[in-house]
């Protein structure tokens, strides 16, 4: 029941796919509306009033799953999700998929801090890594969805097949009982024993786990304040980690990997259409996605971000040093293989490490007293980097050139593999009394 209740939930990370990539299909039919007529400033801020809104949205999302619970605010984002497709389907000016836009934002910004939290308190130990790759891998399916369905249908059509999974996810979550972990919070202990016995099976050791839980609930007592996060050694060391993950996600150059997939699969001589080429990388990374799955609480936390990010800067080195051939005069026809190779090990080294694990990680390294005020903080960042990287760069191959640009990114992983190297725990099969032992430095 753990899988059904966090498949459930990781419904919304399947709404926050469809969102973000809803826009690759659709620009282009929305420029040659009449309706529209999109300029590429417009254009600009359709993308970007997305990281806007989800900025916003993530700020209260935090304490509100500490307040009202993390299953009815799950539940209730289905509603801006599906209020922005009702914005976008009916539209008739570029004012309503602007305000669909933003809606969109909010609730994209609020989900990917209310169900990696939930996902990381509905499961067992040995297996809390695998359920915390949901999130990502649900999100890649979204982005799949949207892919595969924006290459046959016209963008109104598109947007009401988005519309299907939030829909899902509020008859969903009706279903599943409240986070364990918020129950227990929340001195509703016999609640907590029936939770964790619809989750976990009728033959668990119930109150062994709900005893777990209150440990790490009474060593975490009090009432927290933003003070704490900074001055409470172990609070202060989770957050510098998960900052540090979600900033070395965005600057990974995912974002200008995945903008280059058409020329990149042109350069190894490919006749495929734009569409085919990003539901390829689609399909890649959801399967390697679903391989972090299995392989997260096996391999470690550790060992798949180190190979993630000395892959990447591999990969990411091999195409600037392609492009600033290319880009020099130099005929390239004989290694024109080059970046099609280094766009599908990027990618897949991406869903294996920097994708799922940051999200994943969220969840661990925090003490249920900060964890929904630090996992604001750090969809936060997490938005305000997509925003920046988004808007920045254009300018920055423009600047530099598409080699450099590169290579600044490859710098970037270098710096994470040593990051992850010197300062990220292993935090697989600990529970999180333990993992907050080794954030305070008391255990090793």
Same mark, same amino acid.
């Given at each position: ?12 990370? !399947? ?92 609730? %994209? ?83 907590? $024993? ?62 200008? !990997? ?30 390697? %996605?679903?391989?972090? %799955? ?84 750090? $969809? ?17 191959? !423009? ?46």
């Amino acid at each position: 029941m753990q899988f059904i209740a966090a498949t459930i939930v990781a419904l919304g990370a !399947v709404s926050a796919g469809t969102v973000l990539a809803w826009t690759s299909p659709v620009v282009n039919q929305l420029r040659g509306n009449d309706s529209f007529n999109m300029t590429d400033d417009q254009e600009s801020w359709v993308g970007s009033l997305l990281a806007i809104g989800a900025f916003f949205g993530a700020i209260p999302a935090g304490i509100l799953a500490d307040m009202i619970g993390r299953k009815y605010i799950n539940m209730a984002l289905a509603l801006p999700f599906l209020i922005s497709w009702g914005f976008i389907i009916f539209a008739t000016n570029i004012g309503m998929i602007y305000a669909g836009r933003i809606f969109a934002g909010i609730a %994209t910004g609020a989900v990917c801090v209310v169900a990696p939290m939930f996902i990381s308190e509905i499961g067992e130990t040995s297996i809390r890594g695998a359920l915390g790759s949901f999130f990502q891998l649900f999100l890649t399916m979204g982005i799949l969805l949207v892919y595969a369905a924006g290459s046959v249908v016209d963008w109104r059509t598109l947007s009401g097949i988005c519309a299907i999974a939030p829909a899902m996810l509020a008859v969903g979550m009706i279903f599943l009982p409240e986070s364990p972990v918020h129950l227990v919070k929340k001195e509703r202990r016999n609640d907590a $024993v029936q939770a964790i016995k619809w989750l976990w099976g009728k033959q668990c050791n119930s109150r062994a786990a709900i005893q777990v839980i209150q440990n790490d609930v009474d060593a975490a007592a009090g009432k927290a304040s933003m003070r704490d996060l900074w001055t409470i050694p172990a609070n202060r060391a989770g957050l510098i980690i998960c900052l540090c993950l979600m900033l070395f996600q965005q600057i990974s150059g995912i974002n200008a !990997v995945i903008f280059y997939t058409q020329p990149i699969f042109q350069s190894a001589g490919s006749s495929l259409d734009a569409s085919l080429c990003t539901i390829i990388v689609g399909v890649v990374q959801v399967f390697m %996605t679903f391989g972090s %799955t299995l392989l997260i609480d096996k391999a470690g936390r550790r060992i798949l971000l180190m190979q993630s990010s000395i892959v990447m800067g591999a990969c990411l080195t091999m195409l600037g040093i392609y492009f600033h051939l290319k880009d020099g005069g130099t005929d390239v026809t004989a290694i024109g293989w080059l970046p099609l190779v280094s766009l599908v090990l990027f990618i897949v080294s991406f869903s294996l490490g920097f994708g799922p694990i940051p999200w994943m990680m969220m969840g661990e390294l925090f003490g249920p007293d900060v964890k929904g005020m630090a996992s604001s903080i750090a $969809v936060m960042l997490n938005w305000t980097l997509v925003f920046i990287v988004t808007k920045s760069f254009g300018m920055m191959n !423009v600047t530099f050139g598409s080699d450099v640009t590169f290579w600044i990114f490859a710098v970037c992983m270098a710096i994470a593999t040593t990051f992850t190297a010197l300062k990220v725990p292993e935090t697989k099969g600990k529970s999180g009394a333990e993992i907050q032992m080794i954030l305070a430095g008391k255990q090793n």
